[in-house]
């Protein structure tokens, strides 16, 4: 059977549950509940005490996600099976190794991918075909859009297999049963150790560093994005190190530039909340424990967890969308960890946006204002040539009228090379080049290249050169190298979909639908109320800047109607108003008449508070939300005209003016979060 990769939720991705969703979601809360509540009379053991290898499907053997493996694991520990080793009842049928009778299977959360979304643009989908024919870079671009199930599987001891055909179980068990049956003592655990210890070092090279400590106590020091661990010879039992040690490592998963959990963020030094760090301590009893599950070694709480479990359990029955939570953070948690042993560098989120943004912005179109400004200025008659300096670097790029070729007797009369390139050198430069303004040897690098450049416009006195006036490039370069922006927000078009609205300085706004990782992390701050929101802000705006700069078909117009078959000039005005009883409504004069006015949505009301054009923005929002009294009046008129040869005046009887109050203008909050 062949299991494709599984998804991890994020908060954007909460959707509402079916009643077979919310029952599987029944069932995990009471196989978790009832393993952390057996914990407290068992030494602090809830997950594969028997030491049993990892969740897999029989006889496949393929793996599944960190998630659906923790509840199959909680599943076999319940149910006292052998092993790990799970089927889906039609295909132990089909086997001739039918579940028994009156068995009881656990939920397994599957994923469908069949259709893939460009990243930045959700109306671009294509089919999985067409996807795996993508070359890695451009698979980049695109996501799975996932079709979730829920299935039940069963354990083998769950079915006939074991009377069916004894050696066959017999045969699975020794390569994925218990300790017991694996044969798993003393001689394993130690081989087992070196493989730890190169884990560890995956993790300090390329997560954050692990290091030894004196103190006695493990701990993540967040400010220092370091992992401390006492010497293994302090811990009772070798499992006891090792799974303090993944503990850490998962604290070190949410740290604020990676995936900005609430239970691991300061906010302006003040401490996270104790239900966060409460819930931060079960994520990572949980990541670690799936990590103890991969190794074949059995879990267990610490001892200071072991006195939230009725907190926990709480939690879990009270709050439905926790469980939610969970998922998602344990299996990104995991799949950070997971990137980290294969080698990958886990880079901070500010530095990877600043990375992809420098090689967007090589794509970007180049813009030469300051170039064909210099190029004015080069005179034979008046002897002027430009000097562009670079005093840090000790170069200069001298721009003469002609002549810029070092051949001999290719030399302007009182414009000497030579004397322009000895006066240089005697201020200091090293590295001289000549340019003409166009031709084979023209001057033309793009604006960003004079940056913290020295422009001038002179003229050789002897031996010496005169400066007669500056060029100043400062805001061509400003505008070239990082663009300000006059309005940067989150905002949601009509399908709930969120997108970041930019509005460059000096140019026209325009949305661009960013990543999910992005996403989160501008939420997961916002939420925090963290300082950092507006660097977050600054730096998701020129990314996503440098991006839509490369691709112009990415930019989203989120302010005008689709239908551009409408008159717009049949909507004389619009008014957009929140009732007393909160409502917000739109009341449209169209065609001299007042139609019944009609609900705007949160999305549209805030859309039309960062609208440049606000009035602009009404008439298309009226376009939009009235389409059908356009259409349907304009099918009519096109009728009448075709049935009668002259025109025929109709009586328009007025409705009766409503009066609105005039809305107060209200400062739309920098993001909404669902």
Same mark, same amino acid.
């Given at each position: ?26 069932? +995990?809360?009471?196989?978790? %509940? ?28 393929? *793996? ?19 092993? !790990? ?28 991918? !069949? ?19 993508? /070359? ?18 069963? !354990? ?10 004894? +050696? ?35 993790? $300090?090279?390329?997560? &954050? ?5 004196? /103190? ?23 499992? @006891?190190?090792? +799974? ?6 998962? *604290? ?66 009270? !709050? ?50 300051? &170039? ?6 080069? @005179? ?14 000790? $170069? ?19 414009? %000497?090379?030579?004397r322009i390139q000895s006066a240089l050198e005697k201020s200091g430069i090293e590295k001289v080049r000549f340019y003409n303004p166009d031709g084979a040897l023209g001057y033309r690098p793009d604006d960003r290249y004079f940056a913290e450049k020295q422009i001038e416009v002179a003229r050789l006195k002897n031996w010496a050169l005169e400066t007669l006036s500056t060029i100043d490039a400062h805001p061509?370069?400003?505008q070239a190298d990082k663009p300000w922006f006059e309005k940067i927000q989150m905002v949601q078009d009509d399908k709930n979909r969120w997108a970041l609205f930019i509005k460059p300085e000096g140019k026209a706004g325009y949305s661009v639908y960013p990543e999910k990782d992005d996403l989160n992390r501008f939420f997961t701050t916002l939420k925090q109320s963290l300082d950092n929101i507006d660097k ?9 800047? *440098? ?5 112009? @078909? ?44 009609? $609900? ?37 008129? +096109? ?5 009668q040869e002259e025109e025929v005046e109709t009586k328009i009887s007025r409705d009766e003016e409503i009066k609105h109050d005039r809305p107060k203008e209200e400062e739309v909050s920098k993001g909404m979060h669902r």
């Amino acid at each position: 059977m062949c299991v494709p990769e599984e998804y991890n939720k994020t908060a954007t991705d909460m959707k509402e549950k079916s009643q077979f969703e919310k029952n599987a979601a029944d069932k +995990q809360v009471e196989l978790l %509940s009832g393993a952390l509540s057996g914990a407290v009379s068992a030494g602090g053991h809830w997950l594969n005490a028997t030491g049993k290898g990892y969740p897999k499907f029989y006889p496949a053997g393929v *793996a599944v996600s960190p998630f659906n493996a923790l509840f199959m694991a909680l599943h076999s520990d319940k149910h006292g099976c052998k092993s !790990n080793l799970f089927t889906l009842y039609s295909e132990a049928k089909a086997r001739g190794e039918s579940v028994k009778e009156h068995e009881k299977g656990v939920p397994f959360l599957f994923y469908n991918w !069949n259709k893939y979304v460009n990243r930045n643009n959700p109306n671009e989908v294509i089919s999985r075909d067409d996807y795996q024919k993508l /070359s890695p870079e451009e698979k980049n671009r695109y996501k799975g859009v996932h079709n979730r199930e829920i299935r039940t599987l069963f !354990n083998i001891d769950q079915t006939l297999l074991p009377h069916v055909d004894r +050696q066959a179980y017999d045969d699975a068990l020794a390569k994925y049963g218990n300790s017991v049956e694996q044969g798993f003592g003393e001689k394993e655990l130690r081989e087992l150790r070196p493989k730890f210890n190169a884990f560890v070092q995956s993790i $300090s090279r390329n997560l &954050a560093p692990v290091r030894t400590d004196g /103190s006695g106590v493990a701990h993540y020091d967040s400010q220092k994005d370091a992992i401390y661990i006492p010497r293994q010879k302090d811990f009772a039992h070798y499992t @006891d190190y090792a +799974q303090e040690t993944l503990r850490q490592i998962i *604290a070190a998963t949410g740290h604020q530039q990676r995936l900005a959990r609430e239970g691991m963020v300061m906010k302006s030094g003040i401490p996270p909340t104790e239900d966060a760090v409460k819930q931060e301590r079960l994520i990572a009893e949980i990541a670690s424990g799936i990590k103890m599950l991969e190794m074949g070694l059995p879990a267990r709480l610490s001892d200071e967890s072991v006195k939230l479990v009725d907190y926990w359990n709480r939690e879990l029955k009270e !709050n439905p969308c926790l469980i939610d939570a969970i998922e998602s953070d344990v299996n990104n948690a995991l799949e950070v960890i997971r990137k980290a042993e294969r080698g990958e560098k886990i880079e901070y989120a500010t530095y990877r946006n600043h990375r992809q943004t420098e090689q967007m912005r090589e794509q970007m179109p180049k813009h030469f204002f300051v &170039a064909d400004e210099i190029k004015k200025h080069p @005179d034979k008659e008046n002897k002027t040539i430009v000097l562009v300096i670079d005093k840090q670097g000790r $170069s200069a790029d001298v721009i003469l009228p002609a002549g810029a070729s070092l051949e001999v007797n290719n030399e302007i009369k009182g414009m %000497s090379k030579q004397r322009i390139q000895s006066a240089l050198e005697k201020s200091g430069i090293e590295k001289v080049r000549f340019y003409n303004p166009d031709g084979a040897l023209g001057y033309r690098p793009d604006d960003r290249y004079f940056a913290e450049k020295q422009i001038e416009v002179a003229r050789l006195k002897n031996w010496a050169l005169e400066t007669l006036s500056t060029i100043d490039a400062h805001p061509a370069v400003k505008q070239a190298d990082k663009p300000w922006f006059e309005k940067i927000q989150m905002v949601q078009d009509d399908k709930n979909r969120w997108a970041l609205f930019i509005k460059p300085e000096g140019k026209a706004g325009y949305s661009v639908y960013p990543e999910k990782d992005d996403l989160n992390r501008f939420f997961t701050t916002l939420k925090q109320s963290l300082d950092n929101i507006d660097k977050v802000r600054g730096e998701l705006a020129r990314k996503y800047y *440098a991006l839509a700069e490369s691709k112009p @078909d990415l930019k989203v117009d989120l302010f005008h109607t689709a239908d551009e078959s409408i008159d717009l000039n049949r909507i004389q005005r619009v008014a957009v108003f929140k009732t007393k009883n909160g409502a917000i409504l739109c009341a449209p004069t169209i065609d001299n008449r007042k139609p019944q006015p009609r $609900s705007v949505t949160p999305q549209q009301w805030q859309r039309m508070w960062v609208a440049e054009d606000r009035n602009s923005f009404k008439q298309h929002l009226a376009a939009t939300l009235f389409a059908d009294v356009l259409n349907k009046s304009q099918t009519q008129e +096109q009728t009448s005209s075709e049935r009668q040869e002259e025109e025929v005046e109709t009586k328009i009887s007025r409705d009766e003016e409503i009066k609105h109050d005039r809305p107060k203008e209200e400062e739309v909050s920098k993001g909404m979060h669902r």
